[in-house]
């Protein structure tokens, strides 16, 4: 089985501009989630989908972050503009069914640093 | 907000050692507590936790979930240097399923 599959794996970016990452999910998974990891931290939620519909997008940065799941299949996460403190490994995982009754399955991350 | 807190921060063992992880939470309408393994790519999933005093257990690793002090451990026994990795301890505490991540346990385990 195929598992969660993101790219791109690094990117390196200067304040200010934009980077989109793009994540497909396990076939069949309906939940999607975009995590953000800042070093030496755990994962924070930045989005949840739920097909393509999102069910809590509370900590995503709405000012610069945005983020879509276009057919409820693949999604992406856009940030613009930049900021230092965007530096992180963003994961993206899916679940079957809503977590706490499933477990996730992350992606490898992308790893950003923002200069 | 739900918040998740883990000890030790850091943890540096030799192999052969039995170590304990401690994870405490603090949620609403607790669904479930999830651990997962990290090394240094993604994180891989341990075990989900549901019920009081229900033990774990997947060969040196064992879990166990404590609903009315609200915390659980993580126990690994005769440890090997390849249980050298940061250990999540995620709840879910909403209807929606989100899972709050504490902020890990860095374990290093030396030959």
């Known amino acids: 089985e195929a598992g969660v599959a993101q790219s791109p794996r690094y990117k390196i970016i200067e304040k200010r501009q934009s980077v989109a990452f793009w994540c497909n999910p396990i076939?069949?998974?309906?939940?999607l989630y975009w995590y953000q990891q800042i070093l030496g931290q755990g994962p924070k939620l930045l989005i949840q989908?739920?097909?393509?519909?999102?069910?809590?997008d509370s900590q995503l940065p709405k000012d610069r972050f945005s983020a879509e799941r276009l057919k409820g299949v693949d999604s992406t996460l856009k940030i613009q503009p930049a900021k230092l403190e965007d530096s992180a490994v963003y994961l993206c995982?899916?679940?079957?069914?809503?977590?706490?009754?499933?477990?996730?399955?992350f992606g490898e991350g992308s790893r950003l640093t923002v200069l | 907000e739900d918040k998740v807190v883990q000890s030790p921060l850091s943890l540096v063992v030799h192999e052969g050692d039995t170590v304990t992880l401690n994870c405490s939470y603090e949620?609403?309408?607790?669904?479930?507590l999830l651990w997962y393994k990290q090394e240094k790519k993604a994180p891989t999933f341990l075990f989900m936790l549901?019920?009081?005093?229900i033990e774990k257990k997947s060969g040196r690793l064992s879990s166990i979930l404590d609903k009315k002090e609200l915390f659980s451990i993580l126990n690994i026994t005769a440890t090997q240097t390849g249980d050298s990795a940061v250990y999540l301890c995620?709840?879910?505490?909403?209807?929606?399923?989100?899972?709050?991540f504490g902020q890990g346990t860095i374990l290093t385990v030396h030959p």
């Open positions: 995620a709840v879910v505490g909403t209807s929606y399923g989100k899972l709050t």
């Open positions: 949620v609403t309408n607790f669904r479930s």
């Open positions: 549901t019920s009081s005093g």
């Open positions: 076939s069949g998974h309906a939940t």
């Open positions: 989908f739920q097909n393509n519909g999102v069910v809590d």
């Open positions: 995982a899916s679940s079957l069914v809503r977590a706490g009754t499933g477990e996730l399955f």
